[in-house]
């Protein structure tokens, strides 16, 4: 246990491998920050998108889409009132309504190639959380020689689980990826977690809250000797009401060590970043004193931790996770209650667990409350505005040409007064009168425009309070179906296909070639007079093997087990997937000069021709058996299907006049091969 940056924890051991697989909750919740920072971290990106100029943006965006095309899933669980912003939709923000208060635990699931890893703590994805404010975490490394005892590990799987169940129907997509990477983690645990913690010096367990289930007497799980608790200390940045002393009642309730004179309650207080102290005064007559948090550091940091510690002579033990000393965090009332994961961690009072269990509620100086500045604020009481429970879920349905947006409603839960959805930029409405004259239908779908879906809509209506407006936020069925992001749409075949066969990372390549066309510009240089005295008939076949490393290398990126159905339709479909290069290819083709892009090289139709016909025998050289060792055959094999099929309509619309007979026979033969060794 050690004072570290908690973003070290998203990124990977050396030796992990890529990224596979992500699931995170919060209560608040900044899109921007998750992305440039902790998916950063998570993905191993070299460089965040939106920095540098539009080439580096470019390289930071291709960069990211292959990397998040190549996990399984990414999903961030937030409470339902929380407000975000845009996002990538490749990944998913799923909105819980806890209908007993807060969706509060701070998790996240981490998984990689060969390394797993969850962390329990008390920050929000904010940068406020992992940066800024004084917070606790724990983390389980997973992998081989774990000593966290299975039982603990999966405890938090299984809480991560009951908080989909609290989901919609409507949400299918959504908790099928998020329950796959539980699947994985578990799958993790049972291989490298021992079955038992005997021999331990250090014990844990895990302790959920929820109204009615508090994680305060959990304790006795990692409590190691006979003599029970004498003394114990809290850490929060939130307490109840100053009328209220349950929650500081209860702590002392643990508290049934003898002597009966030495059981001792002490109240840990920290400030908030203009110096007030963060507790009511009144906490200071439920306790028996109370004792300023020391610093960390010489910079000014508001507190937002929470730990309890129980101790007496021989033994410690301190409850680290998301709960503030408060009824509601501890669930010590049986309807009102926020959702919340904590960890015990047990050990000897003098080993270096105990001594670094102790130095997290380490204080310095009495406090009188009654003779500073307080300031009593409650992150739990914050009302945020938060879409009317009636509107239940919000999906985008996508294919390769179309795209809807999908709304659910909850007529149960009560539909409020004059209400309406409004997609980003303004083109689309749909109102309660429209429902209403559709007879009210459980959902309904909207068509928009597929080339710029959004990643929430704006819901207004009017409630007691008057006009209230919040997000509603949407969720992608399939993300393999998602457009490629406009920076990348733009992109020449024959560029992606020298990043492919480039012995460079292929954004690296994108990038440096991008440079080198814009340097040809600057100086006034036509970029394709290189190419045009290459141009000649006769050299088709030379220029054709110079694909060969590309091709070679696409061959080895579709050879990869295939992890989810998702990922293999991004690498036949996605911007360096067959499916996309030929596309790109036939409209360069069929393009007048005039019309060509930058960076085009002026190839034949010929070539063309032979180009995709090789590109269908890559597909047909792959041993997809293999590649489908994970994944339902038939399923996958269906979408490899599907691409050889889109890359020969692809063929057959170029031109055939001037194409030697010859070559519209070998390319004919090229797709039956290809079709027959897919199985098709």
């Known amino acids: 246990m050690s004072t570290s940056k908690l973003l070290d924890h998203w990124s990977a051991p050396a030796g992990s491998g890529?990224?596979?697989?992500?699931?995170?909750?919060?209560?608040?919740?900044?899109?921007?920050?998750?992305?440039?920072?902790?998916?950063?971290?998570?993905?191993?990106?070299?460089?965040?998108?939106?920095?540098?100029?539009?080439?580096?943006?470019?390289?930071?965006?291709?960069?990211?889409?292959?990397?998040?095309?190549?996990?399984?899933?990414?999903?961030?669980?937030?409470?339902?009132?929380?407000?975000?912003?845009?996002?990538?939709?490749?990944?998913?923000?799923?909105?819980?309504?806890?209908?007993?208060?807060?969706?509060?635990?701070?998790?996240?699931?981490?998984?990689?190639?060969?390394?797993?890893?969850?962390?329990?703590?008390?920050?929000?994805?904010?940068?406020?959380?992992?940066?800024?404010?004084?917070?606790?975490?724990?983390?389980?490394?997973?992998?081989?020689?774990?000593?966290?005892?299975?039982?603990?590990?999966?405890?938090?799987?299984?809480?991560?689980?009951?908080?989909?169940?609290?989901?919609?129907?409507?949400?299918?997509?959504?908790?099928?990826?998020?329950?796959?990477?539980?699947?994985?983690?578990?799958?993790?645990?049972?291989?490298?977690?021992?079955?038992?913690?005997?021999?331990?010096?250090?014990?844990?367990?895990?302790?959920p809250s929820a109204p009615g289930r508090s994680p305060l007497a959990v304790y006795q799980s990692v409590w190691r000797t006979t003599r029970k608790p004498l003394r114990a200390s809290i850490l929060?940045?939130?307490?109840?009401?100053?009328?209220?002393?349950?929650?500081?009642?209860?702590?002392?309730?643990?508290?049934?060590?003898?002597?009966?004179?030495?059981?001792?309650?002490?109240?840990?207080?920290?400030?908030?970043?203009?110096?007030?102290?963060?507790?009511?005064?009144?906490?200071?007559?439920?306790?028996?004193?109370?004792?300023?948090?020391?610093?960390?550091?010489?910079?000014?940091?508001?507190?937002?931790?929470?730990?309890?510690?129980?101790?007496?002579?021989?033994?410690?033990?301190?409850?680290?996770?998301?709960?503030?000393?408060?009824?509601?965090?501890?669930?010590?009332?049986?309807?009102?209650?926020?959702?919340?994961?904590?960890?015990?961690?047990?050990?000897?009072?003098?080993?270096?667990?105990?001594?670094?269990?102790?130095?997290?509620?380490?204080?310095?100086?009495?406090?009188?409350?009654?003779?500073?500045?307080?300031?009593?604020?409650?992150?739990?009481?914050?009302?945020?505005?938060?879409?009317?429970?009636?509107?239940?879920?919000?999906?985008?349905?996508?294919?390769?040409?179309?795209?809807?947006?999908?709304?659910?409603?909850?007529?149960?839960?009560?539909?409020?007064?004059?209400?309406?959805?409004?997609?980003?930029?303004?083109?689309?409405?749909?109102?309660?009168?429209n429902w209403r004259s559709l007879a009210q239908p459980p959902h309904v779908a909207l068509d928009i425009d597929r080339s710029s879906v959004p990643s929430f809509v704006e819901v207004t209506w009017i409630d007691e309070k008057g006009h209230r407006s919040a997000q509603w936020v949407t969720n992608v069925d399939d993300t393999s179906m998602l457009p490629i992001p406009a920076d990348l749409a733009d992109l020449p075949a024959d560029l992606l296909l020298d990043a492919l066969g480039s012995t460079r990372p292929i954004p690296v390549e994108v990038e440096r070639r991008l440079r080198q066309e814009e340097a040809r510009r600057i100086m006034g240089v036509d970029s394709s007079d290189a190419l045009k005295r290459h141009d000649a008939t006769g050299l088709l076949l030379q220029r054709t093997r110079a694909r060969s490393a590309a091709l070679w290398a696409m061959r080895e990126r579709l050879s990869r087990r295939v992890t989810s159905i998702e990922v293999l339709r991004s690498r036949l479909f996605g911007v360096i997937g067959p499916v996309e290069i030929s596309r790109l290819l036939t409209v360069d083709q069929l393009s007048t000069s005039s019309e060509k892009r930058v960076g085009t090289p002026p190839g034949s139709v010929s070539e063309t021709h032979f180009l995709l016909a090789e590109i269908a025998l890559t597909l047909g050289s792959v041993d997809w058996r293999t590649a489908f060792g994970a994944v339902d055959y038939e399923d996958a094999s269906a979408v490899v299907t599907e691409a050889l099929t889109e890359i020969s309509s692809l063929q057959e619309t170029l031109a055939v006049e001037g194409v030697e007979s010859d070559m519209l026979l070998y390319v004919a033969d090229a797709f039956e091969e290809a079709q027959k060794s897919c199985g098709i």
């Open 236 to 433: 929060s940045p939130f307490w109840d009401a100053a009328t209220s002393d349950t929650a500081v009642s209860a702590v002392r309730a643990l508290l049934t060590g003898q002597p009966s004179s030495s059981r001792k309650v002490t109240a840990v207080v920290g400030k908030d970043r203009a110096g007030a102290f963060m507790a009511p005064e009144e906490l200071a007559s439920q306790v028996d004193r109370v004792r300023e948090l020391e610093p960390f550091d010489k910079e000014p940091r508001a507190l937002h931790a929470k730990t309890l510690l129980l101790e007496n002579d021989e033994w410690v033990a301190g409850l680290i996770g998301s709960s503030n000393a408060t009824a509601a965090g501890w669930g010590l009332k049986p309807a009102h209650g926020h959702r919340e994961l904590n960890v015990w961690i047990g050990a000897p009072r003098k080993s270096p667990t105990g001594r670094a269990l102790q130095d997290l509620v380490k204080s310095r100086l009495s406090v009188d409350l009654t003779a500073v500045e307080t300031v009593i604020d409650d992150e739990d009481e914050i009302e945020l505005p938060s879409v009317p429970l009636f509107f239940s879920w919000c999906a985008l349905e996508l294919t390769a040409t179309t795209a809807r947006i999908l709304l659910w409603f909850e007529v149960a839960r009560g539909e409020p007064d004059a209400w309406t959805i409004t997609v980003p930029a303004g083109s689309h409405t749909f109102d309660h009168q």
């Open 18 to 207: 890529s990224a596979v697989a992500c699931l995170a909750t919060t209560y608040t919740f900044e899109p921007e920050f998750f992305t440039n920072d902790c998916l950063s971290r998570f993905l191993a990106l070299s460089a965040v998108t939106g920095e540098g100029d539009k080439i580096s943006s470019i390289a930071a965006t291709l960069e990211e889409e292959l990397r998040l095309s190549e996990t399984t899933a990414v999903s961030v669980l937030v409470d339902r009132g929380t407000r975000t912003d845009h996002r990538n939709l490749r990944w998913d923000l799923i909105p819980v309504a806890v209908s007993t208060g807060l969706l509060h635990s701070k998790v996240a699931v981490l998984l990689w190639e060969r390394h797993a890893r969850i962390v329990v703590g008390s920050a929000n994805l904010t940068p406020a959380g992992y940066r800024h404010k004084i917070e606790t975490a724990v983390a389980f490394d997973i992998s081989e020689g774990c000593q966290v005892p299975q039982a603990v590990l999966l405890g938090i799987v299984e809480e991560l689980r009951s908080y989909l169940r609290l989901l919609p129907a409507a949400a299918e997509s959504a908790i099928r990826r998020a329950l796959d990477t539980l699947d994985r983690v578990t799958a993790r645990i049972d291989e490298h977690a021992p079955t038992t913690s005997n021999g331990a010096a250090v014990h844990f367990a895990v302790a």
